[in-house]
């Protein structure tokens, strides 16, 4: 199953998240942001490339001023919601488990 990385503003309390997401770029919340960093909009068939490269994504973010952004994993079936944030080691955990 591919897995895409895009950074979103989840609504709608407008919370920063790098969204991994389940099935591809066509599963993606719709509210994504032109990629900025390296790894945004790639689709992964590991999901610990894509947690790993989310997890990248996330640190510069915060870097360049986004200090609340967090991870996010989740599969929108081609709907839109909000994934809750979740911590890195949990997001590795996640994709250990191949969920």
Same mark, same amino acid.
């Given at each position: 199953?591919?897995?895409?990385? !895009?950074? #979103?503003? #989840?609504?709608? *309390?407008?919370?920063?998240?790098?969204?991994? &997401?389940?099935?591809?770029?066509?599963?993606?919340?719709?509210? =994504? $942001? &032109?990629?900025?960093? @390296?790894?945004? %909009?790639? !689709?992964?068939?590991? @999901?610990?490339? +894509?947690? *790993?490269?989310?997890?990248?994504?996330?640190?510069?973010?915060?870097?360049?001023? #986004?200090?609340? =952004?967090?991870?996010?994993?989740? +599969?929108? $079936?081609?709907?839109?919601?909000? %994934?809750?944030?979740? !911590?890195? #080691? *949990?997001?590795?955990?996640? =994709?250990?488990?191949?969920?």
């Amino acid at each position: 199953m591919p897995y895409t990385v !895009t950074r #979103q503003r #989840q609504w709608p *309390e407008g919370t920063p998240v790098v969204e991994i &997401s389940r099935g591809g770029l066509d599963y993606t919340n719709p509210d =994504a $942001l &032109s990629p900025k960093y @390296p790894g945004e %909009f790639r !689709t992964y068939d590991d @999901p610990r490339d +894509a947690v *790993e490269v989310a997890i990248a994504i996330c640190r510069a973010w915060r870097k360049d001023g #986004q200090r609340d =952004a967090m991870v996010g994993v989740g +599969a929108t $079936l081609g709907m839109t919601m909000p %994934f809750d944030p979740i !911590t890195f #080691q *949990e997001a590795r955990e996640w =994709a250990r488990c191949g969920r």
